[in-house]
């Protein structure tokens, strides 16, 4: 009785550990765009969701005023030519990585 107990066990933390490294890793792979914003700190100014600062606008909505391809415009526009100047360019990102933020956000409306 007690071996079957213990077997079961294994079979069980066995089987719960290899599921939750795999739903993290899809996690990421689903969402690339959510992982730049996190890197490149968008948060520290935007609230996304309800989760982020209060320095700029909140971008939660913000596909509903701008096309995916004027927040990329927005992204990559010089530093100097901003409204209050203290968003920084991101200009020097891969493309592809502009277009994944750009759509991402686009689409949470
Ligand atoms: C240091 C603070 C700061 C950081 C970091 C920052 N932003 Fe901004 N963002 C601003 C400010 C301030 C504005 C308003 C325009 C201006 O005056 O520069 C703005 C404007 C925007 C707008 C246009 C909003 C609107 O309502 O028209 C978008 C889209 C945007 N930011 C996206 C991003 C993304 C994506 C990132 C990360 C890659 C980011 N921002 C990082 C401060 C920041």
Do not use: W
Not at 22 to 45: H, M, R, S, T, Y
Not at 57 to 75: F, M
């Amino acid at each position: 009785m007690k071996i079957t107990a213990t077997i079961l066990l294994i079979f069980f933390l066995g089987g719960m550990i290899p599921t939750a490294a795999i739903a993290v890793d899809n996690a990421a792979k689903i969402n690339p765009a959510l992982e730049l914003i996190q890197v490149l700190g968008c948060k520290a100014c935007h609230t996304i969701h309800g989760d982020g600062g209060s320095l700029a606008a909140d971008l939660t909505q913000i596909g509903s005023r701008l096309t995916a391809a004027q927040i990329e415009a927005l992204l990559t526009a010089a530093a100097s030519t901003r409204e209050k100047g203290f968003m920084p360019s991101y200009s020097t990102l891969p493309k592809e990585d502009l277009q994944r933020i750009s759509n991402y956000l686009y689409n949470l409306r």
